[in-house]
């Protein structure tokens, strides 16, 4: 279960990075919240 939280991300970052979005729209894009789109890409070292 963890490697698949890890790997999406990764993904949610690039898509951030990639696209300069928001993340409102990172959440929208990958059908998720803001709070874990937040959590993902700020405990990515947890």
Same mark, same amino acid.
């Given at each position: ?7 999406? &991300?990764?993904?949610? &970052?690039?898509?951030?990075? @990639?696209?300069? &979005?928001?993340?409102?729209?990172? &959440?929208?894009?990958?059908?998720? +919240?803001? +709070?874990?789109?937040?959590? @993902? ?6």
């Amino acid at each position: 279960m963890k490697g698949y939280i890890e790997e999406r &991300a990764v993904e949610i &970052a690039n898509y951030i990075i @990639d696209n300069n &979005a928001t993340v409102r729209q990172t &959440a929208k894009q990958f059908g998720i +919240s803001k +709070s874990t789109v937040h959590k @993902d890409v700020t405990k990515m070292n947890g």
